[in-house]
Every structure is written in structure tokens, then in C-alpha cells.
């Protein structure tokens, strides 16, 4: 990042609402609100001017975390899972903790891939479960 970004950036902080705004409505295609805070519109500058001089985002980033923001984040184990990929599950069972990992297309158990919590589950105890209740991630 540049000095003269940093410098930017770190001017903001003495400046009025009004020139906030001004400055804002010049960096934005959206115009603020006439009443909108210094508060509120320092750190949106603030990122807007190290974007404008770093770059953003990739797209990619943008339209999952667009998605997440509305809902529709990434499944892993089907329509009723809203479990992100990264996310651990540990449940004791029988005297072991088991550890599970959700993937983008199914989880990991034991060094193994499975396409369900369901199969994981039933794995684990040898009868018939509700992954999602068995691992009690059920909402």
C-alpha cells in the first residue's frame, strides 16, 4: 500500500461529517445520506481508497460471500445442511470422540470421504441415523 494511501486514510480521522460525505459521494457511485455520520462513513472510505489503490476483492470471493449474506451459502450433505466447508464436527460416541470435516462436496471421517452425515453416522454405530441429529447440527 502506498504512502500517500496510508496518508489518506489516516487523514480521514480530522475531518468533518460534511467533507466525509463529500469525499464519500466522490468515490461512490451511490450518494450517502445527507445526515450520515463521520462514524459510519470512515471505514467505508478508508476500504474503498485501499481497494481503489490495492485492488478488491476477486470476483469469486465477492459472489460467495454475496451468496452467504443472502442465505444461500455453500451446502455440503444436501438441502438440509447449511454447513460450511472447513467446518469440524466432533461427537464422543462409544468412548472416542469422532471428528468429522465438512468438504465442499461431502465429508471426511477417518481418512475417508462420505457423501452424507448419515453414512458417517451409521459407520460410527453400526445401526440406521439422522446424520444431522447423530452429530446434533440439527436447527
Known sequence: MSKTIIRQVLDLEHKTSAEMREIYNSLFDDKCNHNASKNQLQPKIAYRLQELAIGGLP?????????????????????????????????????????????????????????????????????????????????
Open 59 to 139: 470476483e469469486e470471493y465477492r459472489t460467495k460471500l454475496d451468496s452467504i449474506s443472502k442465505g444461500k451459502t455453500a451446502v455440503a450433505g444436501g438441502k438440509h445442511s447449511d454447513l460450511m466447508p472447513g467446518t469440524k464436527i466432533c461427537r464422543e460416541h462409544g468412548g472416542m470422540m469422532h471428528q468429522v470435516e465438512v468438504l465442499r462436496d461431502g465429508f471426511e471421517y477417518g481418512g475417508q470421504k462420505f457423501r452424507s452425515l448419515s453414512a458417517i453416522a451409521r459407520k460410527i454405530t453400526g445401526t440406521r441415523w439422522n446424520g444431522l441429529a447423530f452429530f446434533k447440527v440439527r436447527s
